[in-house]
């Protein structure tokens, strides 16, 4: 018993500190697109920017404890299914307008249009999910020692289902994008403009570097699905220290995976995080189109 204790309460300051550094990574990615006009105008690095959006308010909902009963606690438990459904569920929109980009050649004006239609969708589904939530959920009083999360296997299954669904279809695009930008490599070597195949191929780098996003979010939701499939299939059973541990160092940690990928690996944004740390002024060249500075 005591071992449980202990391990639970390890696997809280894991989750709090996970939590912290999703937050941060989220952070920088946000505050450089608020920062620097053209991070956020090109279109590609602003659905990263939207994305991050969303994994700092999770990561921020995930370091505040939840008291029991409380009105804040009512509004943790369901913000947490909102906002923890949204950056899968995100992510796959940004796989279908990347898809389409790619395989249809789509413009910038046409893939906003639809982005936009996307991203109301989006938060429509993830309405319904919450209410879903509130609706089978075998308890209402947030039993959890940390946070209030909303209890009960009925939704556990019905939410976790949800976003291994959009992680598989994201999963699926993104192969097919990979094998499309195969093909398009293949004819960058024959044109003859020097300029034009440079062009052509950073903006399949960009399509690559965007494939990154499926792969965060197998990191982020498999030991924890693992978890909850126990709890669902064996619900007597003890509580494993060990998949705990796990869950509480990968679960929160999206936003510090899309700061690796897209910062930390990407030369454009680690001038103008120096540019932030020297608190220069932002340049004047702020193109809007899918072609600008794209090292994304």
Same mark, same amino acid.
């Given at each position: ?7 639970? $309460? ?18 920088? +990615? ?75 050649? @789509? ?13 109301? +969708? ?24 940390? @946070?209030?999360?909303? $209890? ?6 019905? @939410?976790?289902?949800?976003? @291994? ?15 499309? +930008? %195969? ?6 070597? $024959? ?21 990154? +996003? ?14 909850? &499939? ?39 944004? %680690?001038? %103008? ?13 702020? &193109? ?9």
């Amino acid at each position: 018993m005591v071992l449980i204790l202990l391990s639970a $309460e390890t696997a809280t300051v894991l989750a709090i500190t996970t939590s912290v550094l999703s937050l941060i990574g989220s952070l920088v +990615i946000v505050i450089l697109g608020v920062r620097f006009p053209d991070f956020r105008n090109n279109f590609f690095r602003k659905l990263v920017f939207v994305l991050s959006i969303y994994d700092a308010l999770l990561s921020f909902l995930f370091i505040i404890p939840g008291s029991s009963g409380s009105g804040f606690c009512v509004f943790q438990g369901y913000a947490l299914v909102w906002l923890a459904a949204m950056p899968p569920y995100f992510s796959l929109c940004i796989a279908v307008i990347t898809y389409i980009h790619i395989s249809k050649n @789509w413009g910038v004006e046409r893939l906003q249009k639809l982005m936009t239609k996307l991203h109301i +969708i989006s938060n429509i589904l993830c309405l319904i999910l919450t209410i879903l939530s509130i609706s089978l959920a075998d308890s209402h009083k947030f039993p959890n020692s940390h @946070w209030c999360f909303i $209890e009960g296997r009925a939704i556990l299954g019905v @939410w976790y289902s949800f976003i @291994w669904i959009c992680t598989i279809v994201s999963c699926v695009l993104y192969v097919l994008i990979i094998h499309y +930008i %195969r093909k398009i490599y293949k004819t960058v070597q $024959e044109l003859t403009n020097i300029k034009d195949i440079k062009k052509q191929k950073e903006n399949l780098k960009v399509q690559l570097r965007m494939s990154t +996003i499926p792969l965060s979010l197998i990191l982020t939701w498999t030991i924890a699905s693992i978890r909850r &499939a126990r709890e669902i299939f064996s619900p007597d059973s003890e509580q494993n220290s060990t998949l705990n541990i796990l869950h509480s160092l990968t679960n929160p940690m999206q936003g510090f995976y899309d700061c690796i990928v897209f910062v930390i690996l990407s030369s454009y944004s %680690r001038r %103008r995080v120096k540019q932030l740390l020297r608190c220069e002024q932002p340049g004047s060249s702020e &193109a809007t189109s899918l072609e600008t500075d794209s090292q994304l």
